[in-house]
């Protein structure tokens, strides 16, 4: 009985995420060098984000992607459960975007994404539910918007959803071309701290100032 509850327990933990570093690590194993592509941004953005929440400045983060659990094992020594051993998961299609946050007293929702491609970016790399999900931000009031990174340029931009939606119901283009973004996105400065400083844009499009006890 007492083996029993161990085993609920840990399972509980598991799925919970207490065993994340294992699981990522099982299932990072089986990723494909595609599914890589912007783990650089995502660190970027991931460092800055950790720098306005130190300042106070803002509460955004990384949306955790949803895991299926297939497979985990309970091995026991001496009556009790010593590790949890995780066999086999993967990663279920994302249900919305990458982060959400405040800022500002506004609903921030965004979803960033890399390109290898030196002229445009590919819409396919943004899944229509993704599309959907923004477009029911703004409607309700919050800021949405994508952060493209074009990798080999090294030039990363902000572009609103007020503009992404315009393009992709007034072009039909399978993607949206470089000076799309430098026309009508805004480059985002890359520096220090924080590494990728995308508030100084949303504040910009927010139109009001900057917190008082802190600057970004």
Known sequence: M??????????????????????????????TSYAKRGMDLEEDINQSNDYYREKKVAFIYKKPTPIRLVKVDYPTKNGSVTAVKIKEAYFEAPSTTDYNGIYLGKYIDFEAKETQSTTSFPLDNIHPHQIEHLRNITICGGIGFIIVRFTLLR?????????????????????????????????????????????????????????DKNEI
């Open 155 to 211: 030039k990363t931009y902000l572009l609103e959803a007020k503009d992404f939606f315009d393009y992709i119901e007034n072009h039909e283009r399978k993607s949206i071309p470089l000076t799309y973004f430098q026309e009508q996105g805004h480059p985002i400065e890359e520096g220090f701290r924080p590494k990728l400083n995308y508030l100084k844009i949303v504040e910009e499009i927010i139109g009001g100032g900057k917190c």
């Open 2 to 31: 007492r083996i029993q509850e161990q085993k609920k327990q840990a399972k509980t933990k598991s799925e919970n995420g207490t065993h994340s570093n294992e699981l990522y690590q099982l299932l990072n194993q089986k990723k």
